[in-house]
């Protein structure tokens, strides 16, 4: 693991905050993470984010992106508002097409690096899925402006989680979780364009907290 100073330490806690003040970095290591010397980082965006203080996260330019993991969603069997039972399973085809859309989010995303381990040190990111249920709506739920008047509001909850590793150590640099709401009827197509919306989002704003840009 390289080492940096003091100086590249506040700067990696100032692109992981998002915000030109001081960021919120605990002196205490995450207790959910101690093993692995994580801090808690706030107001980076997330719902939560932890980090190594000894992550230099901007100085990699090659990443490597594994595919969306979903073997372990807790996912409920119940149909909702909007959805049908079918919906609510993770089939082959449906794990197919959220792993490539989420492939194309990262690759968008993260256009100006050198991608799949091909030069120089490289980042690996790994992304889980897991929980998708009901949800409560609200002003930020991803396609809420398009739901036409009359229409059912109900709101599905997908929560994720994001790890960075340092390839060549295979050394976790920073743990991300967050929760974000889509409308509910847009759960029964994997393409939809907020499923996408959705990808999109998580994909750039990692890219901004990892880059700085």
Not at 3 to 29: H, K, R, T
Request: charged share 20%; hydrophobic share 45%; with cysteine.
């Amino acid at each position: 693991m390289r080492a940096i100073s003091l100086l590249s330490v506040f700067a990696l806690a100032l692109l992981l905050s998002g915000c030109a003040g001081a960021p919120e970095v605990s002196d205490e290591v995450s207790e959910e993470y101690s093993g692995q010397g994580l801090y808690v980082v706030k107001g980076t965006g997330f719902e939560q984010a932890y980090v190594s203080r000894t992550a230099d996260l901007a100085s990699y330019q090659s990443l490597i992106i594994a595919p969306l993991e979903l073997d372990n969603v807790d996912i409920p069997t119940t149909a909702m508002a909007g959805t049908l039972a079918r919906d609510w399973r993770m089939d082959s085809e449906r794990r197919s097409g959220l792993q490539k859309t989420w492939a194309a989010a990262m690759q968008r995303a993260f256009k100006g690096y050198v991608l799949d381990g091909k030069g120089g040190e490289e980042l690996r990111v790994e992304a889980e899925i897991i929980r998708i249920a009901p949800g409560m709506a609200a002003a930020n739920t991803i396609g809420m402006d398009t739901v036409p008047l009359g229409a059912t509001r109900d709101a599905i909850e997908i929560v994720a989680q994001f790890r960075l590793y340092d390839q060549q150590q295979d050394t976790l640099l920073a743990v991300v979780k967050d929760r974000r709401t889509i409308v509910s009827q847009q759960l029964s197509r994997t393409g939809s364009v907020n499923i996408n919306t959705l990808f999109n989002t998580w994909a750039s704003l990692l890219h901004t907290r990892v880059a700085g840009r």
